[in-house]
């Protein structure tokens, strides 16, 4: 005699066969994307600890040198320095960045006249690469033909790359230029996914446009604030070519960062051993800001923030 409990259970079994069925393809079609990710991230990374621990020139055998590298950047004033350059140019980055992403960013989700247009001309500098636009920059600020040359009132000496500050300020200025276009896109697709219904509802009790602003396209765009930050602080600190090109790690060593002192210590001095260790640094204090900054800002747990509607 047969139950009616039975039917239940067999149709659970062929839920659990179906599951499995569609289960096991998934990982047949995460497995580039996994082993292109082991090639290129974590074996090189591997690598880059084991030579953490040797002497090498690039030329001859590795030679193993216990923890040496490491001691010797312990007492690195210029690796101290580098460290505290990196964190200072990353939250300027941060903090010069966010709010214009988001606020350009919400207006390029509008229905404005000529937005379009606009946008993709703002978009520009996020075709070009680094290298191009240091370039640009470098001669546009030249002391001698650039810009503050002809406009002394305002640069004074005309000389942004021989002091500390100023230097420091193009650095920022130049990082902006060219990757808050990158952050304003996503912002603006974030901006565009926002249910419609939030704002009809806050029109009808009577919030205008700021209030709209602060009470519901900010807290809509936390998750999104936070993954833009993660990456403004990942990119930071291992921003290379606009340092080489814009001011080479001067006046002095007043602008070399990390990034940049791994590539005299690894290329200019043949210090391969050296140059690792600074990078595993460089890793180890990314890995940590961006889980504090997912840690503080409570990402991880956060759920969908449309649930419900």
Do not use: C
Request: proline fraction near 5%; glycine fraction near 8%.
């Amino acid at each position: 005699m047969t139950t009616s409990a039975e039917p239940r259970v067999e149709r659970r079994r062929s839920v659990r066969r179906s599951g499995a069925a569609v289960a096991r393809p998934g990982f047949a079609w995460a497995a580039p994307a996994t082993l292109f990710f082991l090639l290129f991230a974590v074996v090189p990374l591997i690598l880059v600890a084991v030579l953490s621990f040797t002497n090498w020139d690039g030329l001859s055998s590795p030679q193993y040198a216990g923890l040496d590298n490491w001691k010797a950047l312990i007492h690195d004033h210029v690796m101290i320095q580098s460290l505290w350059l990196s964190v200072l140019i990353t939250v300027l980055g941060v903090v010069v960045q966010t709010p214009l992403s988001i606020l350009l960013g919400v207006w390029a989700a509008g229905k404005q006249r000529n937005r379009a247009i606009l946008s993709a001309i703002y978009f520009i500098p996020l075709l070009l690469s680094a290298t191009a636009i240091s370039i640009l920059w470098r001669a546009l600020l030249d002391p001698n033909f650039g810009v503050p040359s002809q406009a002394k009132w305002l640069f004074g000496d005309g000389n942004l790359f021989g002091h500390q500050t100023s230097a420091i300020g193009v650095l920022v200025f130049v990082g902006a230029w060219q990757y808050t276009p990158f952050h304003t896109l996503i912002y603006q697709g974030a901006t565009r996914a926002i249910p419609p219904v939030l704002y009809q509802a806050a029109e009808i009790d009577g919030a205008g446009t700021i209030r709209q602003f602060f009470s519901i396209t900010l807290p809509q765009l936390r998750t999104t604030m936070i993954t833009s930050m993660i990456l403004m602080v990942v990119g930071g600190l291992t921003t290379f070519d606009t340092v080489l090109i814009l001011t080479q790690g001067g006046p002095g060593t007043d602008t070399t960062i990390s990034a940049y002192y791994m590539y005299e210590q690894a290329f200019k001095s043949f210090d391969f051993g050296g140059g690792s260790a600074i990078a595993l640094v460089l890793v180890i204090i990314a890995t940590i800001i961006s889980l504090i900054v997912v840690k503080v800002s409570g990402y991880d747990k956060m759920r969908s923030s449309t649930e419900g509607l």
